[in-house]
Every structure is written in structure tokens, then in C-alpha cells.
């Protein structure tokens, strides 16, 4: 059993987040990609997540480009839907118009 292995609840995970940290940083100051991995963690995963390795903070920056792009694409769609929108009201509006003159020519060629 390791030392951490002999801790109980958020015990290992606390002893051990200090060293991670620093590991990390050195780590990255070598140059070195860094990945965090674990085995029979799911309940620990936020945890994890805030160590920030290299994998994370890539998925995390192609996650936002991803969005970004997404609320662009939603942006442009809201705004060719509302130019539709005003173009349909001009048609039905302009067709409206053009019935209302042809019944008025056709009441007025009716003879009374």
C-alpha cells in the first residue's frame, strides 16, 4: 500500500495536489507536454480538471473555438431568418394590397 493509498476520502487527493502542481510547472518550463492520467478516478475529475494539463488546456481552447464559431453561425441564421421574415411580410403585405384593388375593380365593373 502506498502512502497515499493509506488516506481516506479527499486525503490523497489533498496530499497529492501540491506536488501535481509543482510537477506540472516544471514540467512545462522544460517544455515537456503535459497530460494528467488516471485509473478508477471519475469521482475526482473536477479535481483533475484543475490541474490544467496540456491536453486539457487544448481541449479546453478548441472547445471555445468550437462555441464561438457555433454562436457566429446562430447570429447569422437569427439574422437571415429576420430578413426572410421582412421580406415575407412585404410579400404577404404587397399581395393583400393587389387583392383589395382587384376586388375594388371588380365591384366597380359590376353593373348594380
Partial sequence: M??????????PLLAGRGHTARIFAELRGVGVPVIHFGVGTTAILPDLAGAKSDLQTRHAAAKAAYEAKVAKAKDEYNTITEVIDQQLYGITTTLEILTRAQDELT?????R
Avoid at 107 to 111: G, Y
Fill in 107 to 111: 365591384k366597380a365593373e359590376l353593373p
Fill in 2 to 11: 502506498t502512502g497515499a493509498g493509506s488516506l481516506s476520502g479527499a486525503g
